[in-house]
């Protein structure tokens, strides 16, 4: 049986270790991290790390709020999204 995505990325440990490390990343980037000044980031970190998790065949499942609800009062713009973009590579 072929691996899923979740096992080729090495699994829950080194997902979450990259969620970790992207939130770093964005909290640091000054054209987007005041998007997340009112965020509760242990919640983030977790939502985003159910959302790869089950993206990638993972043993999860994502409880969050759909990404338009959970964007929608951000106004976010495509500069944003290209920077959130750019920290993701």
């Given at each position: 049986?072929?691996?899923?995505?979740?096992?080729?990325?090495?699994?829950?440990?080194?997902?979450?270790?990259?969620?970790?490390?992207?939130?770093?990343?964005?909290?640091?980037?000054?054209?987007?991290?005041?998007?997340?000044?009112?965020?509760d980031?242990?919640?983030?970190?977790?939502?985003l790390?159910?959302?790869?998790?089950?993206?990638?065949?993972?043993?999860?499942?994502?409880?969050?709020?759909?990404?338009?609800?959970?964007?929608?009062?951000?106004?976010?713009?495509?500069g944003h999204f290209n920077?959130?973009?750019?920290?993701?590579?």
């Open positions: 049986m072929a691996e899923t995505l979740f096992e080729q990325i090495g699994g829950e440990s080194r997902l979450h270790a990259a969620v970790d490390e992207f939130t770093n990343i964005v909290l640091a980037d000054e054209r987007i991290n005041f998007t997340f000044a009112d965020t980031l242990d919640k983030f970190k977790k939502l790390y159910e959302q790869i998790c089950e993206l990638t065949q993972g043993p999860c499942k994502y409880t969050g709020r759909d990404m338009y609800e959970a964007h929608r009062k951000l106004n976010i713009d495509n920077a959130l973009a750019e920290d993701l590579y």
